[in-house]
């Protein structure tokens, strides 16, 4: 097994380190206290071939692997989660879907606008009664000439505000079974969808919507793959997706970690820098040890997905660690940074607010155990 990245990543990383520090890093406080997302942003990714940076080349995408995106996804996180989470919405839950079911149609109709950053999307599972138990899903789609009436409420939609569109999750049977569970392709604006922007306490630079569905008609043609069925493709796409996440939450404990280390330095508590004090040097040592074995674990799963070998206990244990690092680490930088960290002035507040979203989104950390548990066959 090689333990480096090759000189492509490397490069890869460098160019995302660039980005990150001209065109995120100066936007990343204001838009948090704004809870606004720069829209023009999913452009700019576009340009670079950001958004499609996991996808093959004969897909319109850049041709790189799942090491490559999370490396994006590190990088991207460690100066701003929420831009991070609106980028992970839109160009994996959101299109991963259409990349990997689609028909011809749809890849062109969504996925290549998508890619481009021409279009935003979302992706719409969760419901105010149907969160952890996705299978128990209720909107619900009937079959209509020419298409389906589609009616429900999807709750916690990333995107949602400023979406172009929707891929949408819905009962095509009133059976309980999963089979009964497909996937369409929702145009926004449409009179029928009513989104609403929540206030939140984490990721506040991602806008985060409540829907209602009310008969909305939606044609054949955006059926995903033109059969219904697809929650298979759901459950991959969650899967690989914790991968990702977990990508997400290492680049959070690493933004955290990198701020408490300079301040550890530069802080000054009596005849020493606090970093001298043997508490303080064993919380960054704790931090240090923490980010080191979710790093390696992060890319071992992202590693497994490149050999398309990823199971979903396998991708629990990833996200389980990497998400539970980030919300440790950035404690820990704020109890070092002292008042200073309850302060805005420094990010590590921030993070750790944003940290708290990921033992709760693409499934909780007590999801995450029970799928770890199921396969120890207890
Ligand atoms: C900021 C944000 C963005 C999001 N973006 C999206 C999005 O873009 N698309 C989307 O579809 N969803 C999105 N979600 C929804 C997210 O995936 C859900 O919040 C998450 O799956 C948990 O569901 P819930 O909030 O309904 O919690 P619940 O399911 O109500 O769970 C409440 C508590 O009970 C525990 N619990 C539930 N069931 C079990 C069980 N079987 N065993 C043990 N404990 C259990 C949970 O772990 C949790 O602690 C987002 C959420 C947030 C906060």
């Known amino acids: 097994m090689d333990f480096t990245f090759s000189a492509e990543q490397n490069a890869l990383r460098d160019t995302v380190r660039k980005f990150c520090a001209a065109e995120i890093a100066p936007r990343a406080r204001a838009a948090d ?13 576009g340009e670079l071939g950001l958004i499609g940076v996991r996808y ?10 799942k090491v490559s995106d999370c490396i994006v996804r590190e990088e991207m996180s460690r100066v701003s989660q929420a831009f991070a989470s609106a980028w992970s919405a ?30 935003i999307a979302a992706f719409g599972l969760s419901e105010p009664d149907v969160g952890s138990n ?42 309980t079974t999963p089979d009964a569970i497909s996937l369409f392709l929702v145009e926004l604006p449409d009179p029928a969808v009513r989104i609403s922007r929540l206030d939140k306490e984490g990721i506040r630079a991602s806008e985060t919507g ?10 054949d043609a955006c059926l995903l793959g033109g059969r219904e069925g697809t929650y298979p493709i759901i459950l991959e796409c969650l899967s690989e997706n ?15 970690m990198e701020v408490a280390l300079t301040y550890a330095r530069e802080r000054v508590v009596g005849d020493r820098t606090i970093g001298k004090y043997q508490a303080i040097a064993h919380k960054l040592a ?3 040890a923490d980010i080191e074995a979710a790093h390696w674990l992060v890319y071992y799963g992202a590693w497994r997905v490149d050999q398309g070998t990823l199971d979903a206990a396998t991708a629990a244990k990833v996200k389980l660690v990497a998400s539970e690092t980030a919300l440790r680490v950035s404690e820990q930088a704020i109890r070092i940074l002292g008042g200073a960290g309850i302060m805005r002035e420094y990010p ?31």
Not at 56 to 65: A, I, L, T
Not at 111 to 117: I, Q, R, S
Not at 160 to 174: K, V
Not at 243 to 251: H, Q
């Open 33 to 45: 206290d704004s809870e606004t997302f720069p829209r023009e942003l999913f452009r700019h990714w």
């Open 56 to 65: 093959p080349e004969v897909d319109g995408g850049s041709g790189f692997d």
């Open 90 to 119: 839109h160009s994996h839950l959101a299109i991963w879907p259409i990349w990997r079911a689609g028909t011809a149609e749809q890849k062109q109709r969504f996925f290549a606008p998508a890619l481009a950053g021409e279009r």
């Open 134 to 175: 996705i299978r128990a899903l209720k909107t619900r789609a009937t079959k209509v000439a020419g298409g389906y009436r589609i009616q429900g409420s999807k709750l916690y939609i990333t995107n949602a505000p400023i979406a172009d569109f929707i891929t949408l999750a819905a009962r095509t049977r009133p059976e």
């Open 210 to 219: 409540l829907i209602h569905i009310e008969d909305l008609f939606v044609p």
């Open 242 to 256: 914790r991968v990702g996440v977990a990508a997400n939450c290492l680049g959070m404990a690493r933004g955290a």
């Open 286 to 288: 704790d931090m240090a």
């Open 348 to 378: 590590v507040g921030r993070f750790h607010r944003d940290a708290l979203v990921y033992v709760i989104g693409e499934g909780t950390s007590e999801i995450q155990r029970n799928i770890i548990a199921r396969d120890l066959k207890l």
